[in-house]
């Protein structure tokens, strides 16, 4: 059974960073593409940023704006989403998500991974 599981989120305020995490499990991790998306209330879900098995990164610049950065570790199967300089608007749901070898790298921005976790809260105060 494949599980994402988020961590990190948290209350904080504007300036801080965080650094988000997702642990994969129940499959074979090098062949995946893991994204991080955001969600906050009323509003579409967001691509953030992704990492392909090899390293491979793709963002959604309106949404980073240089702050933030995915990295992932091989070994231990986890993916983080660093997030520094934190406004008020990233305030949202952050959720991970696997898709299986993905065909070309501007197709992990679109919401259709093959798993996904339930998401770890981001709220940012000012």
């Known amino acids: 059974q494949v599980q994402l599981v988020e961590s990190g989120g948290g209350v904080v305020q504007a300036g801080d960073s965080l650094r988000l995490s997702c642990a994969a499990s129940?499959?074979?991790?090098?062949?995946?593409?893991v994204g991080w998306f955001r969600q906050a209330p009323g509003q579409e879900r967001e691509f953030v940023a992704a990492?392909?098995?090899?390293?491979?990164?793709?963002d959604n610049p309106e949404a980073v704006k240089g702050r933030f950065a995915i990295s992932r570790d091989n070994v231990n199967d986890m993916v983080y989403l660093q997030m520094n300089n934190l406004k008020p608007e990233d305030t949202a749901v952050y959720l991970c998500a696997a898709e299986f070898a993905p065909a070309n790298l501007g197709d992990l921005r679109r919401a259709q991974y093959d798993y996904w976790g339930q998401g770890t809260q981001v709220t940012v105060s000012s």
């Open positions: 990492i392909t098995g090899n390293g491979g990164r793709i």
């Open positions: 129940g499959l074979v991790f090098g062949n995946y593409a």
